[in-house]
């Protein structure tokens, strides 16, 4: 529980286990609970996460490679059950059919079946790429089905009880996307906010904001009444940026395009020579920074004489974003420079020895929690002038002669070689408000070892700790009535690979990280990445 040995070491290298297969549960089994969890909080944890990390004697290169497993921890009445499945995507069924890798996955290559002869080799080859359902990323409602996601146009309908494959569902069938993020925004009525890259006008690149409808009154399914909201262009004709997450206020999108580029040609020329993979494609512009893009929700449209510059990061998760004045404040779990984070997240990275991990993490982007604020009003006369007024930020947007807006940021929390990542907020209360607190997971050299609260306005943070143990992104829940930001729980998912019970969920009270219960199970749970509360 240290506050005081703040940053901890792990020379035994058990963190190796967490990307290690698993077998799934034919049944729930039950979990042994210490400390007292509180009676209102009843319902499901679910979370997505790769659980296969093999087939046949083929190996998953890549983090986001294992094939995908659902796991719940069921709260009922006091008593806890634990309890997981392989989703029955394509890519696992054909893979366990013919025991080895035939769809490619984000960093594994599939190769074409050595039993086939040239001519139906050959015919494969033209029936196009075949692009992964592997929905290991995240889950989340829409209108009243559960779709567990990855970052590709196919998203896959799960019973959230059962934990049963419902059915694919190709996003393609009803939205110009080449695919959306596994980070949507919801708002109170269930109407859900997502982007994702397309084409664009005259064979240009873009962005959509796409928009599913709350459930209609004829029952029917939102995702068939779907639409795109408003178009964001690319800073580069044939080279969309890798979008992993988007910014929603009350009444604007925040859009971050990072100079890690997906490579269009690179990615068609890809699929037709043996061993390419969703990897291969990424390339990093040296030059351009990064942009900020704004549109408004309504009507929708695109800010486009808004044009904000930064120097270069990478950006995976949006923690918060708000308006203020008339400015536009956004949170962001930023990674320095241009080289792309995922270069450091193959497994046989992740599963070397400690010294080795480290020496990686240091020469990989190092992190940095930031906070980036937007004028909405720009007047050509205040060139060369600090726009920001706020009187609570240090960050700063500067009016450059071209027209352009040079940003600069206030650092909320930097550690060297030590993340806050996958971080959450009290989303049902704060999304698109001013905030004080988030929750996040600490990175340890890549190596998730803690769970860190962080007061965005005094920059307080407290650290939950435990020796030899993996904990997981955690997720907020208010308890009933609350009047505070910060009256509910934190529920994680905790790897402790040693134990006689070695896997658990933590409830913290979220007010000070202090442990309130914990329930654990004699099975060992690999490494989750998203997920959500179901009450």
């Known amino acids: 529980m240290s506050h005081r040995s703040r940053f901890q070491t792990h020379p035994a290298a058990s963190y190796k286990k967490i990307f290690e297969s698993v077998e799934e549960l034919n049944e729930p089994i039950p979990a042994v609970i210490t400390g ?3 009676s209102w909080l009843g319902g499901s944890l679910l979370r997505m996460g790769p659980g296969l990390f093999e087939v046949g004697d083929e190996h998953f290169q890549h983090l986001f490679d294992g094939q995908a497993l659902i796991h719940k921890f069921d709260l009922k009445n006091g008593q806890v059950t634990y ?47 075949e692009v992964t359902d592997n929905c290991l990323v995240n889950i989340y409602p829409i209108g009243e089905d559960f779709y567990a996601v990855t970052e590709t146009n196919y998203i896959t309908k799960v019973d959230p009880d059962s934990l049963e494959t419902l059915k694919k ?13 596994a980070h949507p925004h919801t708002e109170r009525d269930g109407t859900v906010y997502n982007i994702g890259n ?6 240009s690149l873009a962005y959509n904001i796409v928009k599913i409808p709350p459930v209609p009154k004829d029952k029917s399914d939102p995702i068939e009444k779907s639409q795109v909201l408003v178009q964001l262009p690319s800073s580069e004709r044939l080279k969309p940026s890798y979008v992993h997450s988007f910014g929603m206020t009350d009444n604007y999108f925040v859009f971050v395009e990072q100079p890690v580029k997906i490579n269009l040609l690179k990615f068609l020329s890809a699929w037709s020579f043996r061993g390419a993979t969703y990897m291969d494609c990424f390339e990093s512009n040296t030059s351009m920074g990064t ?3 704004l549109a408004s929700k309504e009507p929708a449209g695109y800010l486009s004489s808004h044009k904000f510059r930064t120097s270069a990061f990478n950006l995976f998760h949006h923690i918060n974003a708000y308006e203020d004045e008339g400015f536009i404040v956004v949170d962001l779990c930023t990674w320095k420079g241009h080289e792309f984070v995922y270069n450091y997240l193959y497994l046989a990275n992740l599963k070397e020895e400690w010294e080795e991990v480290k020496k990686a993490a240091a020469r990989a982007p190092q992190p940095e929690v930031r906070r980036y604020v937007l004028p909405l009003d720009i007047h050509r006369e205040d060139q060369g002038k600090n726009l920001v007024s706020l009187s609570y930020t240090t960050a700063t947007a500067v009016l450059d002669s071209d027209g352009t807006i040079w940003l600069e940021p ?5 550690g060297p070689r030590q993340a806050f990542e996958f971080p959450q907020i009290n989303y049902s209360k704060c999304c698109g408000k001013k905030y004080s607190f988030a929750y996040g997971l600490g990175l340890n050299h890549f190596i998730p070892d803690r769970i860190v609260k962080l007061n965005v306005q005094t920059k307080e943070i407290w650290v939950w700790q435990e020796e030899d143990s993996y ?3 955690p997720l907020f829940v208010p308890s009933p009535g609350a009047t505070q930001e910060d009256d509910g729980v934190l529920l994680s998912v905790v790897v402790k690979p040693g134990a006689q019970r070695p896997g658990s969920l933590l409830v913290l009270d979220a007010r000070n990280l202090t442990e309130l219960a914990r329930a654990e199970v004699n099975t060992i749970i690999p490494i989750t990445l998203h997920g959500m509360y179901k009450p």
């Open 410 to 414: 206030e650092v909320l929390f930097s």
């Open 83 to 129: 309890y997981r499945k392989f989703i029955r995507t394509d890519a696992y069924v054909r893979a366990m059919t013919e025991n080895r890798v035939v769809i490619t996955e984000f960093g594994t290559a599939a190769y074409p079946d050595p039993c086939k002869n040239i001519f139906s080799r050959f015919f494969t080859y033209f029936r196009g790429i």
């Open 36 to 38: 007292i969890i509180p």
């Open 471 to 473: 904990p997981s992104e």
């Open 169 to 181: 569902v190709d996003l393609c069938k009803y939205l110009s996307v080449n695919g959306v993020t």
């Open 291 to 293: 942009w900020f893009h």
């Open 198 to 203: 397309c084409f664009g006008k005259n064979m």
